[in-house]
């Protein structure tokens, strides 16, 4: 299993704030995200598919 991403990180990979990731998790809006003892961690292929599932075709 590969290690998770903490917020921080997953707000600095897709160029956001971290309190627009905490939006995007309370509207499930955002990349998926698991809770351990509720703290958010993402899983790397989720952050990816997030970005895939956003492309737009021009």
Same mark, same amino acid.
């Not at 299993?1 to 971290?18: D, H």
């Not at 509720?38 to 598919?49: H, L």
């Not at 997030?50 to 075709?57: G, P």
């Given at each position: ?5 903490? $917020? /921080?990180?997953?707000? &600095?990979?897709? *160029?956001?704030?971290?309190?627009? #990731? $905490? /939006?995007?998790?309370? &509207?499930?809006? *955002?990349?998926?995200?698991?809770? #351990? ?22």
């Amino acid at each position: 299993m590969k290690p998770l991403l903490k $917020s /921080r990180e997953v707000a &600095a990979l897709l *160029g956001v704030s971290e309190p627009t #990731l $905490s /939006r995007w998790r309370t &509207a499930h809006e *955002g990349p998926p995200h698991v809770n #351990l003892n509720g703290i958010p961690r993402y899983r790397s292929e989720d952050v990816e598919g997030f970005v895939n599932d956003r492309i737009q075709n021009r």
